[in-house]
């Protein structure tokens, strides 16, 4: 009898414990990358953020596409935005802020692509953005 109580006890206090927290300790963070800067090779963490900022003008009717979305699996696009850079001047650039959240593990390449807006098949400019996400 004694046995089995020094047993339900044991059992007792082996699931009273905590279990100690065996994944990583990295606290998600936003990574933002003009488009002047030269690498675009990136390693991120899953839960991490990815901003991309792009200059354009909407007033010329071009904006930017994401071209490869469908056979990205390590990132999903969560907000854009944009701010004038001059609001005074009438057709003038604006700053497109994308921004991207980690959401699985790999290596993608995010394609871009700026054309007319009106055209998906005519591209004036291209971005490639390599993101490798890991825990």
Known sequence: MKYHLW??????LLMSCKV???????????ITISQSQDADDYLLHL????ELQFTTNSS???RWRWLNKGTCTTM?????RYHQVRPELVGSSAKMHWKF???????D???????PSY?????????????????
């Open 7 to 12: 047993i339900f006890f044991l059992c007792l």
């Open 20 to 30: 100690k927290n065996m994944g990583t300790n990295h606290v998600p963070e936003t």
């Open 47 to 50: 839960g991490d953020t990815l």
């Open 60 to 62: 010329t009717g071009h």
């Open 76 to 80: 999903d696009s969560i907000s854009i």
């Open 101 to 107: 959240a980690s959401t699985g593990l790999g290596t």
């Open 109 to 115: 390449t995010l394609l871009f692509g700026y054309g």
């Open 119 to 135: 055209d998906a098949g005519v591209i004036v400019k291209e971005r490639k953005v390599i993101v490798h996400v890991e825990r």
